[in-house]
C-alpha cells in the first residue's frame, strides 16, 4: 500500500486534532503499516493478530482497542487502498476534451498498474467477495439499515459495510465514463452499463489472477506486466469501440 492517510484523517473537519486523537491515528496507522507487511509476505488465514502485535511492538490487548480484529484490520487496509486509487481516478476523469472511451482505457490502466503493484488489494477484495457470499445478510442489505439509522451491532458488519461504501466510490468513476463513451458513440456496445462496467472489472481482476499465478512461465517466455497491461488495454479498446 502506499503512503500515511493522517494528514487527509486529520483535515477533512478542518480542526485541530488533540495529541490524544493525533496519538490515536498514529497508532492506526502503525498498525495497518505493519499488518500490510506481514500480509504482503503470508496469507491471510496464516498470519495472527499475535503476528502483528509482534511486528508492531504493541500488545494483542492494546490492538483491540484499536480495531476490532483481524478482519477488521485486512479490510481498513483495503479501504485505505480503495481511496488511493479512487483519487487517482477523480482526475482521470475530469478532462472535458476525453472521449469515454479514452476515460474508459486511462482507468483501466490506472488499475492494472495498481493492481500489480499492489496484489494485497486484489487479495482483499478476493476476501470480501469470498465473505459476502457466506454471510447471512448481505452488505447491501447492511448499508440500507445503516442509511434508516438502524443500529448494526456486529462489527463485521461495520467494517464489510464501509468497505463496500469505498468499492462504490471507486465504481462511480467508470460509470460516468461508459455513460459518456454511451452518448458521444465512443463506446459501441448494448450492454446495460452497470453490466458493462462490471464485465470490465472481471475482466481485469481475473487477467490480474492468472498473471499472479503464472509469474514463473511468464518469466520463462518473456512476457513482463508491461505486456499484459498493453495487450489487455487493446483489447479493451478493440471490444468497446469497435463498430
Known amino acids: 500500500m502506499e503512503g500515511s492517510h493522517d494528514r487527509n484523517a486529520e483535515t477533512k473537519t ?19 503499516d505493519a499488518a500490510t ?3 504482503n509476505k503470508a496469507r491471510y488465514d496464516d498470519v495472527t493478530m499475535d503476528d502483528i502485535a509482534e511486528q508492531t511492538l504493541l500488545s494483542r ?23 488511493i486509487i479512487s483519487k487517482k481516478q477523480e482526475a482521470l476523469i475530469k478532462s472535458e476534451s476525453s472521449s469515454g472511451l479514452d476515460k474508459i482505457i486511462k482507468l483501466s490502466e490506472t488499475i492494472l498498474r495498481y493492481l500489480f503493484e499492489n496484489p494485497l488489494s486484489h487479495e482483499i477484495m478476493r476476501h470480501y467477495l469470498v465473505t459476502e457470499s457466506k454471510a447471512e445478510i448481505t452488505t ?16 463485521s458488519d461495520r467494517i464489510r459495510a464501509r468497505f463496500l461504501q469505498e468499492i462504490r466510490k471507486f465504481e462511480k468513476p467508470w460509470a460516468i465514463a461508459v455513460e ?3 452518448k458521444d458513440g465512443s463506446i459501441h456496445q448494448d450492454m446495460n452499463p452497470d ?8 475482466i481485469i481482476s481475473g487477467i490480474v489472477d492468472r498473471a499472479n499465478l503464472e509469474r514463473v512461465m511468464m518469466q520463462k517466455v518473456n512476457l513482463s506486466v508491461e505486456d499484459i497491461i498493453k495487450r489487455t488495454i487493446d483489447l479493451i479498446r478493440k471490444d468497446l469501440g469497435s463498430d
Open 61 to 83: 490487548a492494546t490492538l483491540y482497542n484499536y480495531f476490532d480484529s483481524k478482519e477488521g484490520i485486512y479490510f481498513e487496509i483495503g479501504i485505505q487502498g480503495f481511496r
Open 140 to 155: 447491501d442489505k447492511i448499508l440500507r439499515k445503516m442509511k434508516l439509522g438502524e443500529d448494526v451491532e456486529n462489527p
Open 195 to 202: 453490466h458493462l462496467v462490471h464485465f470490465l472489472f472481471m
Open 14 to 32: 478542518g480542526a485541530k486534532l488533540t495529541r490524544k486523537e493525533r496519538k490515536t491515528l498514529r497508532t492506526r496507522r502503525q498498525i495497518l
Open 180 to 182: 459518456q463513451g454511451f
Open 37 to 39: 507487511e506481514l500480509f
